[in-house]
C-alpha cells in the first residue's frame, strides 16, 4: 500500500528534524520546514533516501568534500545547497 504524500512529508519533516547530530538537525529540519510541501513524490522519495544516508555522509556532500551521491537529483541539490547559502551554514 502506498503511503499518502502528506504522511510521508510528515515522517520526512521528523527524520529532518531528529538526525543524531545538532548540525544536520538544523541543515535538514530547516531545509524540510521549507520545502517539503512543495516537492512532488518523486522528490520527496529522493528526499528519502537521503535522509537514509550517514549524518558524516549528508554533511561531507554538504560542504563539498564528498562528490554529490547518484540518484538524489540535480533539482533537490540546487533546493538544499541554495537552502545552506540563505541560512549562512556551511
Known sequence: ????????RKRL???????GS??????LGGFAERHLAALDRD??????RLL????????DWLI???P?????????WRLLTANLAKDGNP
Open 52 to 59: 537514509e544516508n550517514s549524518d558524516p555522509d549528508i554533511y
Open 68 to 76: 554529490w551521491p547518484d540518484g538524489i537529483g540535480k533539482d533537490l
Open 64 to 66: 563539498g568534500s564528498a
Open 1 to 8: 500500500m502506498a503511503m499518502d504524500d502528506q504522511i510521508l
Open 43 to 48: 522528490q520527496l522519495d529522493r528526499y528519502g
Open 13 to 19: 519533516l521528523f527524520r529532518s528534524w531528529h538526525r
Open 22 to 27: 545538532r548540525e544536520l538537525d538544523l541543515i
